[in-house]
């Protein structure tokens, strides 16, 4: 079975500046995605990035971008420029790669991020 | 506008009642999914369907049922419903194939208290 693990269940960060979320995994998989997803106080969960264990490449969007270390199976979120509207709970997710059957999402904890003015 | 939609927003119901949450999505996703998010423990898996006409058990399937008569439509029913199934139930789809396959896309959520 697959685990996720954040160990920071609250952050704060100052407007403008740069913050990092961790999030370890544990899984005998050699095919995955890796998901981060945001849930503000709307309550709505938004797909922030997504990364294939398969890339090298680190994914990036906008401001977001992940350190991926398939050996370490660290998968950390990085948000630069943090904006007021990016206070949320961050969630990271594990899903096996799938192929023709369904995928299941294993959440961690969550992390609350809070951008002060 | 594209996506899921659930309903009702949030509903209180008392303990042995019945109760069906409903989901709708517009997306043709194949896939359909039902999580509950409880406080300190992510979202847990409920039951979810690759297709219509097949579901399957998630994480923590006891107590609620599911059906999937069409593409679009995923609803959860709780059949006697009882004070631990308090919490926030959300709905997802993806689709099997694509640019993005596997991604989880969710709906608003419904707010469920069992007294």
């Known amino acids: 079975a697959q685990t996720v693990t954040q160990s920071q269940p609250e952050m704060s960060v100052q407007e403008a500046e740069t913050v990092t979320l961790s999030c370890t995994y544990d899984?005998?998989?050699?095919?995955?995605?890796l998901f981060w997803y945001k849930q503000p106080p709307s309550r709505q969960m938004i797909l922030v990035i997504r990364?294939?264990?398969?890339?090298?490449q680190n994914a990036t969007e906008n401001r977001f971008s992940v350190n991926f270390q398939k050996a370490a199976k660290s998968f950390s979120l990085k948000i630069s420029d943090s904006q007021l509207g990016d206070t949320a709970m961050y969630f990271c997710?594990?899903?096996?790669?799938?192929?023709?059957?369904?995928?299941?999402?294993?959440f961690g904890q969550g992390t609350i991020l809070t951008v002060h003015p | 506008i594209a996506g899921i939609t659930q309903a009702p927003t949030s509903q209180i119901l008392a303990a042995g009642r019945r109760m069906t949450l409903r989901c709708t999505q517009d997306m043709r996703h194949n896939a359909m999914y039902w999580y509950r998010q409880d406080l300190g423990l992510g979202l847990r898996l409920i039951h979810y369907s690759n297709t219509a006409g097949t579901t399957g058990k998630g994480e923590v399937p006891d107590g609620y049922s599911v059906s999937r008569a069409n593409t679009d439509d995923f609803p959860l029913t709780l059949a006697s419903a009882v004070p631990s199934q308090t919490s926030v139930y959300f709905c997802a789809s993806s689709q099997l194939a694509g640019p993005a396959p596997d991604t989880q896309y969710f709906g608003p959520g419904t707010r469920l208290t069992v007294l």
């Open positions: 997710a594990f899903m096996k790669h799938a192929g023709t059957s369904y995928g299941k999402l294993t």
């Open positions: 990364q294939e264990a398969y890339k090298q």
């Open positions: 899984t005998s998989e050699n095919n995955y995605y």
